[in-house]
């Protein structure tokens, strides 16, 4: 079991919004601004997407933005794209020099 | 562009040793930033194994730490990783990744991965 819980799948049609979440507790999603969010397709390796709840590296979308509400994360995809099909996974700072992830979510574009 | 390259045994005994080596071009290790194993079983969700720094400073998930060894190589620009007493519960997708700003709770840069099944 997976120490951060997400939906396992969620669902959209191309030009829509989708947000996934990312529930945790006060010890780590809660206590840290440092939740992360990925990408991965099928066999391959995750793409880095958010950093420090909110932050996009280099070259991703703008369409891709994440937010925080007490013990729980999310990532906003916003204009679907059939690209943007595949698995998100949320990660957190979980103090005590620990990190801990999300079990994922399949993001299935209609 | 930095790359990240896993190798090692694709299959390892029960109660031995899993080794791997991430092969990193583009940057080099010495030059900062953290440098970490992530593991993914199959079917299954992302587990941080843990975390080395250029400077040696090293973080292992509590679960796995009586049990891990990670190092850096800086003549050879390669990361490694030992598990030991393995079982069929460590049979999983190994990938290695670069840390992204000064802390090791973000990757940035991944490899391809390794897949390690632990079987007699």
């Known amino acids: 079991q997976s120490a951060l819980t997400q939906p396992p799948s969620a669902s959209g049609s191309p030009g829509q919004s989708v947000t996934i979440s990312c529930t945790g507790t006060s010890s780590d999603v809660g206590g840290y601004n440092y939740v992360s969010w990925y990408q991965q397709h099928p066999g391959k390796a995750p793409k880095f997407m958010i950093y420090?709840?909110?932050k996009r590296p280099s070259g991703v979308p703008d369409r891709f933005s994440g937010s925080k509400s007490g013990n729980t994360a999310s990532l906003t995809v916003s204009g679907l794209q059939p690209e943007d099909e595949g698995y998100y996974y949320c990660?957190?700072?979980?103090?005590?020099?620990?990190?801990?992830f999300g079990g994922g979510t399949k993001l299935t574009v209609l | 562009q930095v790359q990240l390259q896993e190798s090692g045994p694709g299959l390892v005994k029960p109660s031995e040793t899993l080794s791997l080596t991430c092969s990193v071009s583009g940057y080099y290790i010495s030059s900062g930033y953290y440098w970490g194993w992530i593991r993914q079983p199959p079917g299954k969700g992302l587990e941080w194994i843990g975390s080395m720094s250029h400077t040696k400073s090293t973080f292992y998930n509590p679960s796995l730490k009586s049990r891990v060894a990670i190092s850096i190589d800086t003549s050879k620009n390669q990361l490694s990783l030992k598990l030991s007493s393995v079982t069929a519960a460590d049979t999983a997708t190994y990938f290695c990744?670069?840390?992204?700003?000064?802390?090791?709770?973000?990757?940035?840069?991944w490899g391809q991965g390794a897949l390690v099944t632990v079987s007699s």
């Open positions: 990660s957190s700072y979980a103090g005590s020099n620990n990190v801990v």
């Open positions: 420090e709840v909110t």
């Open positions: 990744a670069k840390g992204h700003t000064a802390n090791y709770y973000n990757f940035e840069y």
